[in-house]
Structures are given as structure tokens and as C-alpha cells.
């Protein structure tokens, strides 16, 4: 099945707004950032050795080689992830937590 990024947006959009945005943005401007290597195209992680992603709403960013665009992997529960650019769209800046 393959869907429109608009309705990726809208649905991620629901799906987040349900978590506290406090949760998503607390202390995202100190995150380890963890380099990820393709192989044929994909990339695979081991979620458990990301401890950022050991509780509901923990966020990690993710480098891929090959591409200058970081990328936030977030949880929203224990088997649903949502994968975010972390550039954003109206200023093309990396994401940053307010201060």
C-alpha cells in the first residue's frame, strides 16, 4: 500500500498530537546523534540500543550516509515508530527544541 505524503503528514500530524509536546521536545537539542549506513538501500537498527527510545515519545536523530538531511525517529508505543525529517520545511534549518 503506498499513500500520499499528505496523508503521511495528517496521519503522523493525529498520531503526535496525542503525545504531550512537552515529552516530544524536551532536551532534543542534546541528543546523541546516531550514524546509520545503508546497504542496498535500507538500513536496519537495533531500537533497543537506543535509549531515547526506551520510553513513549523518546525521540533519537538519525545521520544517514549518503544523505545530508538528519532524520527523528520517534516512539509512539511499544511497536509503532513514526520516521520525521528533521529539517524543517518553512526555514531550511535542523529542527531544533525551543529554548
Known sequence: ??????DFVR?????L????????LAGCAGMTVYRVAPVSGQFRLDLNSLTELSEQ????????????APLLLVRYNSNLYYTLSAICTFSPCFWNSPS
Open 17 to 24: 498530537g496525542a503525545l504531550p509536546l512537552a515529552q516530544l
Open 57 to 68: 515519545a523518546g525521540t533519537a536523530v538519525l545521520s544517514v550516509e549518503g544523505t545530508d
Open 11 to 15: 496521519r503522523a500530524g493525529t498520531a
Open 1 to 6: 500500500m503506498t499513500q500520499s505524503r499528505r
